[in-house]
């Protein structure tokens, strides 16, 4: 009688305790889940600033070349593979292993937005023609930027992993997704509204009762010297209040390798037949698609206002947010590289529905009135299918990573084929940036009729009608040359529509050449995949 009573008294005292663990864990749980996010969206900020930036330079009228060189500074996403296992592998202990580098790296980001702003503020804003050396110096500072968020990437992608109890792991991926999104909307699509002259006197100083200015709301100089300063008190408030836990041992062989021993293990990953397949796939895949992202260069040229485009922008992320739900009901998730090959002949036809939509988007602007609503709507309707399109795309190349990854060192081997899917995403883009600049035959002509008396007067006279004669605006001196007599460069033959169609056509003979290796590729065994087996709790190479 005594041992049954102590022993339902014990029941009864133990079961409010494990409830109350619970109830811990989970509030723990979901302010790691908000911390993490935060994280994420502080990441996204220079990323959607970065972003920003081509379609500010486009409206400066700044040439595609000039595009391309800027076009460096989104690249550290895409090698951060390099650097990545520094990262990973050094660290102090007393701080953390992911303090150790994402304190630092943020405290950077928020210093270097201060000291930077002005002197980009200076370049973009006051200066009206943005020069040679000013690109240059442009691409560096952002360059340093992308490469600092990348650097803060690698550090919390590892803290999201020991940061969220078993239970919750899977929210890691959210919490990326919704964040950085997030952040990137706010450094971009938002930053462009509330820096537009126009939508700022049109729509937000109205509704509060404000009037009309020279300037936006806010300025490029204003954005950075703010966001500099919740990364530098966000950051200081992180180094002194939150301590970086592990709630389980590192169960992945590649979270306990060295530096050396990660890039061996890399060369032997790479040595696999079937990976050098699919790298080869991953490089060269997105060819045809390698004018996509100047089509909203070109809009902005043909004077579609870029806030504009910047608003859209952020509907345009909420469809790609929905693609895994309006995918799945589509295309066979568990094989995924035959649906990708499914989708890309249809993502061929977007591609040069759009090119033929930036063609002959002139004829719906009225000098009055500008783009009318109509344009706006059937561009939103074309595009939001071709977001879903290539979101789809993405979303194939991930699940197939993930069902291939060798899930003993799952983290090696996902960065290693993220990277090359990246840089496959970069050279095409970098690339067709400086053809369409190099191709394009360009006139210097006279919108109005010119007095030959003053212009016979002139120094360069001779340079003058040479220039006419050769019928070009090539190079940066041609011209300037051009514009001091009062003339214009004007895009005579224009090489996006020539190059979209060419890459359009590769893509036909990618789709031919690598079918059956795809085919190939999908069939292969979860085993032919991996480098590790595990023998008796030990990890052994193949």
Partial sequence: MTTDSSNSKSQLTMMPIHKKQIEIKTHNDLKNIIFLMFLYFLQGIPIGLTASLPYILSSRNVSYSHQAIFSFASWPFAIKLLWAPIVDSLHIKRIGKRKSWLVPIQYLIGFFMILFANDVH????????????????????????????????????????????????????????????AGILVGNSLFLILESKNFSNNYIRPFFGLESQKYGLVDLNGFMHFFGLVFIVSTTLILFLKQEKNFYH?????????IKETFNLLNKIIKLDSIKTLLLILFTSKVAFATSSIRILKMIEAGVPKETLGLLNSFFQFIQILTPILASNFFDLTKPLEAFLKIYPIRIVFTLLLAIWVYITPQFFDINYGYPFQ?????????????????????????????????????????????????????????????????????????????????????????????????????????????????????????????????????VIWMIKFKKPIFNLQSISKSDWKIIQVKNNQHLFK
Wanted: aromatic share 16%.
């Fill in 122 to 181: 200076e370049m973009i804003e006051i200066n009206k023609k943005i020069n040679t050396y000013e690109i240059y110096m442009l691409t560096s500072i952002f360059f340093m930027f992308t490469f600092l968020a990348a650097t803060q990437d690698i550090a919390v992608d590892g803290w999201g992993l020991t940061m969220l109890s078993k239970e919750k792991s899977s929210w890691a991926s959210i919490c990326n997704n919704a964040g950085s999104t």
């Fill in 250 to 258: 590192d169960e992945s062989l590649d979270n306990n390798l060295s």
């Fill in 375 to 507: 344009y706006f709507f059937l561009y939103m309707i074309l595009n939001s299918i071709y977001c879903l399109i290539f979101s789809s795309m993405a979303l194939f190349k991930t699940a197939f990573f993930t069902e291939i990854s060798d899930k003993n060192i799952g983290g090696t081997y996902m960065t290693l084929l993220n990277t090359i899917a990246n840089i496959g995403v970069q050279w095409p883009t970098t690339l067709a940036l400086y053809l369409v600049d190099a191709l394009s035959i360009k006139a210097c002509v006279f919108e109005t009729k010119p007095n030959m008396k003053e212009l016979s007067t002139k120094k360069f006279f001779k340079d003058f009608l040479k220039t006419m004669h050769e019928n070009t605006c090539y190079t940066q001196f041609e011209q300037k040359n051009c514009h001091s007599y009062g003339a214009k460069c004007i895009i005579q033959s224009d090489a996006f529509y020539f190059l979209t169609v060419i890459c359009a056509f590769i893509g």
